[in-house]
Each structure stands twice: as C-alpha cells, then as structure tokens.
C-alpha cells in the first residue's frame, strides 16, 4: 500500500475504540517477530510534561550522537509526527512500508479468533517495527494513557521508567482518586527496573513508592529543591541544576514557563542517573546544546509576533493552572483574546473557572473531534463567569475573528485541548 492507503487503514482501525489490556498487542507483536525485544527503551508516564520531558531526554541523547527513537501522542498535524528519530518524522514510503508489514499479521490475528488491534495498538506496533529496522540506540517511550494496560507497556523491560506529575485525569478509565490514577501510571515499573519519578502529591507518591518497592525496583526522585530559575520570558526559561556531582549553570531552554524548567530537570535527572550507571555517555555541552534546542509544538508556542498569537495545549486543571500562572507572570499585553474548545470528558467547569475570568474576549469554538463538547453548552457555561464572549464553531472562523479583534499589544491564545491547537497551529500558520 502506498502513504494514504497506509494512514486510511490505521484510521479506520479507530472504529475499534480503545481497549486497554495487553493480550492483543502481545499476540500481533509475536506475529511481527517481537521488534521490542531487540529495542532499549525509556519508557515515560504521568499526566502533564510527558511530551516535552521526552523531547528533552531525546534531543540530548541525539547531541551525543545516539540515534534515538521518540514515539508520542497525538499528533498535531501530521500523523508522522507520532514516530520520530530525533527530530525527523518517520518518512512516508516508510510509514507505508512498514504498515503493510503489520497489516499482514494483522490477517494472521483475526484468522486465529482474535480482536482487530485498536488505533493506538497498531501504531505502537508499527512504531517498535520501523524502530528496529533503523537500529536505533534508544527508544523514549512515552505512555498514550494510564501505563499498567497500555499497549506500549507491552515491553518486557526498559533501562528507566519515568513519572512526570500525576494529577486528575482520565477519570471515567484510570479511577477517581490520584491513588487509583498513580497505580495505573506506576504500572510502568518493572521488576528489579530503574524509576525515576517527578515529587508527587502525597496520595500518588505513596502508591508509586510501594509499587517500586514490590517491584524491587530502585527509585530515584527528581530533586525540584535544586532547581532555581534564573530567567522566565516569552524567550525561554534560564535555570540552573544540581544533581548529584553535577551542577550546571544559567541552562537555557526555548519553551516557555516556569515549569518547562521543572520538566527539564527531571529529563536531566534520567540522564544523569542513566550516565551513572554506564549506560549513556553524555557531556555538559550534549546537556546544553540539548536542552536549548529541543522544540515542542503546541506547548505555549508562538505563532505569530503581531499580534502575538500563542497556543497551549493545556487539557487538565494542572495544565491550565501552569498556563494561568504562565499567562500572569510572563506576558504584559493590553487585552487577552481567548480561544477556547475543550473536551466533553475533561474537568470542563473547573478548567475554565480558571481561564475564563482572564479574557478581555473569549472566541468559544470545537475541536474537530466526537469527543469536544458543543460550542454552545461550553459558552453556556463560560457566561457563569465571563459575559464577553462569541460563539464560532469553525475553527478557522474563530481565528479569523481572533486576529481582527486584536490590536498590535494584544495577546491572541486559544487553547483547551490537543486536538483544538493542532488544527490552529496548522491554520494559524498558513494565514
């Protein structure tokens, strides 16, 4: 099959739904030789930072000249985007190729009885198949959702597995307390593994805790007290790091907020960690060349300088609160235009009894997908807090609208969900 026909066939697997459990993913990666097997991974959940803590931890390796796969999710747009090697998405004759390869032991599955992979089992599975035949060195690994059953949780063992902040998410799937959600998340660590993880609230920090300890894994916690920002601007983050023997000064990162320095450092606490062990060699200059240049769309990017136009991809109330704090401590501007289309599953009262009080205007607008909540109830529910509001369903509307209200010391954001922003950034960018 050629490109589309290989992008048409992994979506319309999406009709599966999502199922997690194991016993599918096992059985197709069997059929396709177990790639995973011959691949070393870092493996990295939790519920905020997981995208830019994997970027960091890929683009310093790759300084250091190892070749090094990074899988994530979702795109924002271009499916390629979910498998990488370093920063080159996974070309399209090879995207093709590689798929007719699993389709083919996708047959081999349904003729034995079994369920048609989902979506996401697929992709993992065509993700692990390419990364093997590239040889990579490395695979940063990171969690599509909760770790115990997800597919990529399929792997036997990795050489680190990483806990970003845990907070309420995914509530109806993972449970509804932060104990149930961290033992979901920490099923990840494996027996007599290597576990990093990020200082968790008190709830979560115990279940991880007792998890590695029933594991006999070693447990690792990223030491926050020795970050001190030096520098927050819409420029980037300066900070300095200590870790250890290493104490690094005035790193510059490019993304933007306070917590993108927080998330860096518990990239450099696994890699650090990782060096100690004797499993990478990295340098201070692998460090800081690293870090400056890793990128990560759709994270309080800038799009356009004027009117400056910004799209985050907060999509949970300890993501909103980080862009709140972001919105307030880094950027001066006249008037805030806000856009905003958010999920019908998420914690939509709390998220924008966050937000909307902030906007001088609010564009309520509808993420291209069946899961976002109706224009019209959303904006029902913002006038509760703010009464400056229009609606306009169509994105690309709602950003027209957005860039004639501003004035040249405005501040343009729309933000809410993942899916929303992809199609922003892809519009915004064009116009």
Known sequence: MNYNEALEYIHETNKFGSVLGLENIKELLELMGNPQKDLKFIHVAGTNGKGSTCSYITSILSKAGYNVGLFTSPYLETFNERIRIGSENIPNDDLAEVTTFAKESVEKMLEKGFNHPTEFE???AIAFEYYKRKKVDYVVLEVGLGGRYDSTNI??????SVIVPIAMD?????GDTLGKIAYEKAGIIKENGFVITYPQEPEAKEVVETVAKEQNAELITVPTENVSIKEVS????KFNFKYGNYELEDLQISLIGKHQAYNAS???TTLFALRDKGEINITEEHVRKGLEETKWIGRLEL??????FIIDGAHNMQGIEALKKTLQEIFNYDKLIL???ILADKDVDHMIAEMAPLGDQIIVTEANIFRAMKAEELAERISKYNKNYIVEKDIEKAIDKAI???GENDLILFSGSLYLIGDVRKYAKNK
């Open 266 to 268: 518990t990239a450099l």
């Open 122 to 124: 697929l992709v993992t």
């Open 404 to 406: 004639e209200m501003a």
């Open 234 to 237: 819409e420029m980037g983050t």
């Open 339 to 341: 856009g905003l289309g």
């Open 303 to 308: 799009l356009k300088k004027s009117p400056r």
């Open 155 to 160: 792997i036997d063992k990795s050489i680190a």
């Open 170 to 174: 995914h509530i109806d799937v993972l």
